[in-house]
């Protein structure tokens, strides 16, 4: 009697293990969908911020049907409650930016991000809502980012409770002014989150990728005889501009300003003027003959044309000759023979251990004045 209650016990169990397996199979179709994002898109990436958890869900999700490399955005305090006395804090930050959306003082501090965003044609943000507008630290990410995602197709899915996203959408088009939207945001609520796998297999088929770069996105610029490399937006500016250096490099000369060098460029070009901050590393025309180089930051109208690869702030302000005048800027499309990027020149060090200075052209140098200098392989500022 023994044997038979205990074999009926294990063939109950088997049953229940199938049914379980079965009801589990069911459950999870809809995470194991696959979209067809088309094979010739160029390269994705899923930027988010999660507070609660929903969005990193979402992003699990997403990231399960498509192709994406994912940058997390978090605040520079960890451990704050924003939701705490009825949302205090988070209104507190919203207030904040609402109040001066254009001072960067505005914006919560977030970690430092590393991702550079010149690899990337297509953008994706997550982000929640907070009290009918975009969390206040992806306003952030987007605000420091807006002249790096200039010229991106963007995309964006918004996690909120019950409440309607408009309000987020109206901060992602003041933040983000010059970049393509692929389509419209997809929202994703409490009572749709367990369907989010087929809401966004669905929602991706609506997007429209930018395709693999084909066509001229890169500048150069040369000082003194170092190189760097321009990412350039897409807009009837830099047509021009391309057009222009497609026959011959163009030299001019540009004066410190405080926060950039400018001056004339020699020429007129198509403006789509828009109220930014500029960031350091920023290339914009200003009345539409002016071009000026950002080391640091200026709020004005301007046209945006680009931003210099790769370079920090302090970098910036060696290789643009912050502070001194005359200084002669050529811009083409090509890197010149013999001339050597910041980031490409990495001489041996010499044999005493010490290490021997070197010039970004290479030339071994004993007397270094102010420069950026190559010693033992690494960069060195003086």
Same mark, same amino acid.
């Given at each position: 009697?023994?044997?038979?209650?205990?074999?009926?016990?294990?063939?109950?169990?088997?049953?229940?293990?199938?049914?379980?397996?079965?009801?589990?199979?069911?459950?999870?179709?809809?995470?194991?969908?696959?979209?067809?994002?088309?094979? &010739?898109?160029?390269? /994705?990436?899923?930027?988010?911020?999660?507070?609660?958890?929903?969005?990193?869900?979402?992003?699990?999700?997403?990231?399960?049907?498509?192709?994406?490399?994912?940058?997390?955005?978090?605040?520079?305090?960890?451990?704050?409650?924003?939701?705490?006395?009825?949302?205090?804090?988070?209104?507190?930050?919203?207030?904040? #930016?609402?109040?001066?959306?254009?001072?960067?003082?505005?914006?919560?501090? %977030?970690?430092?991000?590393? @991702?550079?965003?010149?690899?990337?044609? &297509?953008?994706?943000? =997550?982000?929640?809502?907070?009290?009918?507008?975009?969390?206040?630290?992806?306003?952030?990410? *987007?605000?420091?980012?807006?002249?790096?995602?200039?010229?991106?197709?963007?995309?964006?899915? =918004?996690?909120?409770? !019950?409440?309607?996203?408009?309000?987020?959408?109206?901060?992602?088009?003041?933040?983000?002014?010059?970049?393509?939207?692929?389509?419209?945001? *997809?929202?994703?609520?409490?009572?749709?989150?367990?369907?989010?796998?087929?809401?966004?297999?669905?929602?991706?088929?609506?997007?429209?990728?930018?395709?693999?770069?084909?066509?001229?996105?890169?500048?150069?610029? @040369?000082?003194?005889?170092?190189?760097?490399?321009?990412? $350039?937006?897409?807009?009837?500016?830099?047509?021009?501009? =391309?057009?222009?250096?497609?026959?011959?490099?163009?030299? =001019?000369?540009?004066?410190? &300003?405080?926060?950039? %060098?400018?001056?004339? $460029?020699?020429?007129?070009?198509?403006?789509?003027?828009?109220?930014?901050?500029?960031?350091?590393?920023? #290339?914009?025309?200003?009345?539409?003959?002016?071009?000026? %180089?950002?080391?640091?930051?200026? !709020?004005?109208?301007?046209?945006?044309?680009?931003?210099?690869?790769?370079?920090?702030? !302090?970098?910036?302000? /060696?290789? $643009?000759?912050?502070?001194?005048?005359?200084?002669?800027? @050529?811009?083409?499309?090509?890197?010149?023979?013999?001339?050597?990027?910041?980031?490409? $020149? /990495?001489?041996?060090?010499?044999?005493?251990?010490?290490?021997?200075?070197?010039?970004?052209?290479?030339?071994?140098?004993?007397?270094? !004045?102010?420069?950026?200098?190559?010693?033992?392989?690494?960069? %060195?500022?003086?």
């Amino acid at each position: 009697m023994q044997k038979d209650i205990q074999e009926t016990k294990i063939t109950m169990q088997k049953i229940f293990s199938f049914l379980a397996a079965m009801l589990f199979c069911c459950c999870s179709a809809d995470n194991e969908v696959k979209a067809e994002v088309p094979a &010739n898109t160029g390269k /994705t990436l899923v930027v988010y911020y999660s507070y609660t958890g929903n969005c990193r869900e979402i992003i699990n999700t997403l990231t399960s049907q498509m192709e994406a490399d994912v940058l997390e955005i978090q605040p520079a305090e960890k451990g704050l409650r924003y939701e705490a006395n009825n949302y205090a804090l988070g209104t507190q930050l919203l207030n904040a #930016i609402k109040a001066n959306p254009n001072d960067a003082n505005s914006y919560p501090a %977030i970690a430092p991000v590393t @991702t550079s965003l010149s690899d990337y044609q &297509n953008i994706i943000i =997550v982000t929640p809502l907070w009290w009918s507008q975009m969390a206040a630290i992806m306003q952030t990410y *987007l605000f420091q980012s807006a002249s790096q995602l200039a010229g991106k197709h963007v995309g964006m899915i =918004v996690s909120s409770h !019950s409440s309607g996203i408009s309000g987020v959408v109206a901060d992602a088009k003041r933040l983000l002014p010059d970049v393509t939207w692929m389509g419209d945001a *997809l929202w994703i609520n409490a009572s749709n989150h367990g369907r989010r796998a087929s809401l966004i297999e669905n929602w991706l088929k609506t997007l429209i990728f930018a395709e693999e770069k084909t066509t001229m996105d890169k500048m150069f610029i @040369t000082i003194d005889g170092l190189t760097q490399s321009v990412t $350039l937006v897409d807009n009837a500016a830099t047509r021009e501009l =391309v057009a222009a250096l497609q026959s011959t490099p163009i030299t =001019v000369s540009l004066n410190d &300003n405080d926060f950039e %060098i400018w001056g004339s $460029l020699g020429r007129t070009l198509t403006t789509s003027n828009q109220q930014m901050t500029a960031q350091p590393g920023d #290339i914009v025309l200003y009345n539409g003959s002016n071009i000026c %180089i950002f080391y640091a930051s200026n !709020s004005w109208s301007y046209t945006r044309l680009g931003h210099i690869d790769g370079l920090s702030e !302090s970098e910036l302000r /060696t290789f $643009l000759k912050a502070g001194e005048s005359n200084i002669s800027v @050529t811009l083409s499309l090509a890197k010149a023979t013999g001339i050597r990027s910041l980031n490409s $020149l /990495t001489p041996n060090p010499s044999p005493n251990g010490e290490g021997s200075k070197y010039s970004l052209n290479g030339q071994k140098v004993s007397n270094p !004045s102010k420069s950026i200098y190559i010693k033992n392989g690494k960069k %060195i500022v003086l």
